[in-house]
């Protein structure tokens, strides 16, 4: 999508992160929202991480959805350099499970808060819903097709009452 009309940034530390970060994306382009997706390092690329994260509000951009793995520091380090809200992914590791990522992203200091999810894949999704919800605030539409997602998920497990059945 085109970066000038994005509300969301999916941003991640590496490619290796893009199967767990491109669920977010298949989410957003559900809900048809705008957004663009990058890999930037924190430790690798400090200086676009630095440009990205400063310019976030000036290029229109509402939600940032960070991806990270090991030490994950993309996401705090990009909520330290904005107000707009941030949400952090825990990438699975191959070492900890992803357990290290989780406890980097949400062990933020005080007055540097990073919006946490799971770690992987239900993260990556929920991180994408939880955007959708913030810039639902301002949009009704957006609010009522969340609600109608939500609505279907019910659907989808009142149509399956026997356990033993698989979807």
Same mark, same amino acid.
């Given at each position: 999508?085109?970066?000038?009309?994005?509300?969301?940034?999916?941003?991640?530390?590496?490619?290796?992160?893009?199967?767990?970060?491109?669920?977010?994306?298949?989410?957003?382009?559900?809900?048809?929202?705008?957004?663009?997706?990058?890999?930037?390092?924190?430790?690798?690329?400090?200086?676009?991480?630095?440009?990205?994260? #400063?310019?976030?509000?000036?290029?229109? /951009?509402?939600?940032?959805?960070? +991806? !990270?793995?090991? @030490? =994950?520091? *993309?996401?705090?380090?990009?909520?330290?350099?904005?107000?707009?809200?941030?949400?952090?992914?825990?990438?699975?590791?191959?070492?900890?499970?992803?357990?290290?990522?989780?406890?980097?992203?949400?062990?933020?200091? #005080?007055?540097?808060?990073?919006?946490? /999810?799971?770690?992987?894949?239900? +993260? !990556?999704?929920? @991180? =994408?819903? *939880?955007?959708?919800?913030?810039?639902?605030?301002?949009?009704?539409?957006?609010?009522?097709?969340?609600?109608?997602?939500?609505?279907?998920?019910?659907?989808?497990?009142?149509?399956?009452?026997?356990?033993?059945?698989?979807?």
């Amino acid at each position: 999508m085109n970066s000038l009309e994005a509300k969301v940034g999916i941003i991640m530390g590496s490619q290796s992160d893009w199967p767990t970060m491109k669920l977010a994306a298949e989410i957003l382009k559900k809900f048809n929202i705008p957004f663009e997706t990058k890999i930037i390092s924190a430790h690798r690329t400090p200086d676009i991480m630095y440009e990205y994260a #400063k310019n976030l509000q000036k290029r229109g /951009l509402k939600v940032v959805i960070a +991806g !990270a793995g090991g @030490a =994950a520091h *993309l996401p705090g380090m990009v909520a330290s350099l904005t107000t707009i809200p941030v949400l952090g992914v825990p990438i699975k590791s191959s070492t900890l499970n992803g357990v290290d990522s989780l406890l980097s992203i949400v062990q933020m200091p #005080k007055g540097v808060p990073v919006g946490t /999810l799971a770690i992987g894949d239900s +993260g !990556a999704t929920n @991180a =994408a819903l *939880l955007a959708i919800s913030i810039l639902g605030i301002e949009d009704k539409n957006l609010n009522h097709s969340l609600v109608e997602y939500k609505n279907n998920l019910k659907k989808d497990i009142a149509n399956i009452p026997d356990p033993t059945i698989s979807n």
